[in-house]
């Protein structure tokens, strides 16, 4: 075990990054261990920890690890991403507290001019890691007593899933509409959502998965920043079959701040890969399908779908009658002649399915309320996009 912080100067190549702690692979998996990984022996979880610029939260993230209830082996295991603050003292300064209550720690790091983005750091955490299972955890979150122990149960009973859980928003009262849905959406809803602009329905500061489960979807994008690199890696599980699970309990702090990685993630990236997952695994099965609201965002996701998917579109449908009267939109930008116009009408004569854009709890529960009223069935009648 490593007394420090491993460093990588700014010289390694990445050959030279990579050596110590190659990346297991499903087909590495299966070969014979290394001597130091027979030595090392496996645990139960590893607690998979991106470090950067992170020591204004590590104190209380790491006293949230200190005190798991779990009572099978832990170890956590830190890559810090070329912090130019303390954060990689504050670790070794908790190093001897954690190893005393049998928590191992495993850290490594690289010093170069630029931090090489959360995917790279994930997958070195991971890569020198030898937990079972993972525990992800945000270095500005802090995890509460029971997580690790309720999301270990939960995995045992759902393989091939990612496990998440639900979460106290710190400030309290921001983002207070994504708060709620992450922590309200129902079992189904946690398939049938997965195209909403809100991201993975399972939020990837709660997830958790087998170590088996992650080599076969994995490993994370590391294009850097500006990438989505959980949503990517949640789309790729769900097209490997994988399943969702969430533990009903609050078990998780998860920060909200302006230096938060997420916020570097344009919408226009985001919207691109929805859209593209929504063909993908709902459109391509249609044979038509009805796009809720004529306006601004109904309209934008036409002119985003590929040609075929726009000749399946059979209406658009809101409640505006401005909009309704005008009687069908036209798709100026089409090279089609004549252009593509597409009837708009009132939802109650328009027809399932529908892909909805309309954003949830935004409406005073009207979109709820007209959706119930036609008593159709999420993820069969309509799917919410917004």
């Known amino acids: 075990m490593s007394s420090g912080l491993t460093e990588l100067q700014d010289g390694d190549s990445e050959a030279d990054v990579n050596q110590p702690k190659r990346l297991r692979t499903a087909e590495n998996e299966a070969q014979t261990p290394t001597g130091e990984e027979e030595e090392r022996g496996a645990v139960d979880v590893s607690v998979i920890m991106p470090v950067y610029n992170a020591s204004s939260w590590l104190d209380e993230c790491l006293q949230g690890i200190l005190q798991q209830d779990f009572t099978g082996s832990m170890e956590l295991s830190v890559f810090d991403d070329a912090s130019t603050d303390d954060s990689r003292e504050v670790v070794e300064r908790w190093r001897e507290r954690l190893e005393t209550r049998g928590i191992a720690v495993v850290t490594s790091g690289h010093n170069s001019a630029q931090p090489r983005g959360v995917g790279y750091a994930k997958n070195r955490a991971i890569s020198q890691s030898r937990g079972k299972y993972l525990c992800f955890q945000d270095s500005d979150d802090v995890m509460l007593p029971q997580r690790v122990r309720l999301q270990y149960e939960a995995s045992l009973l759902h393989l091939n899933s990612l496990i998440g859980c639900r979460v106290q928003r710190l400030p309290e009262g ?10 309200t959406i129902n079992q189904d809803q946690l398939i049938t959502q997965v195209f909403t602009s809100h991201g993975p329905t399972v939020v990837m500061p709660t997830w958790f998965c087998s ?8 490993p994370f994008d590391e294009g850097g920043k500006g990438i989505p690199e959980d949503l990517l890696f949640f ?5 490997q079959g994988g399943g969702l699970f969430r533990v009903d309990q609050c078990l998780l702090v998860y920060r ?4 938060a990685t997420t916020h570097s993630v344009t919408e226009e990236t985001i ?3 929805r859209v593209d997952f929504l063909q993908e695994r709902v459109l391509s ?6 796009i809720w609201n004529a306006g601004k965002q109904g309209r934008k996701l036409y002119r985003c779908l590929s040609p075929t998917s726009q000749k399946k579109v059979k209406a658009f449908c809101d409640v505006d009658e401005n909009k309704i009267q005008k009687g069908f939109y036209t798709y100026e930008d089409s090279k089609e002649r004549p252009k593509p116009k597409i009837p708009v009408v009132h939802y109650k004569d328009a027809s399932a399915p529908f892909i909805i854009c309309v954003k949830l709890d935004m409406t005073g529960g009207v979109l709820e309320g007209n959706l ?11 799917f919410h996009f917004n």
């Open 174 to 183: 921001s983002t207070e509409r994504y708060t709620r849905w992450i922590n």
């Open 211 to 218: 170590r088996s489960w992650f080599l076969k979807v994995g």
């Open 235 to 239: 789309y790729q599980s769900l097209r």
């Open 256 to 259: 909200y701040h302006e230096k």
């Open 271 to 273: 919207w691109k890969l």
């Open 285 to 290: 099965q249609l044979e038509s399908f009805t």
């Open 372 to 382: 119930n009223s036609l008593q159709l069935k999420e993820g069969i009648d309509y």
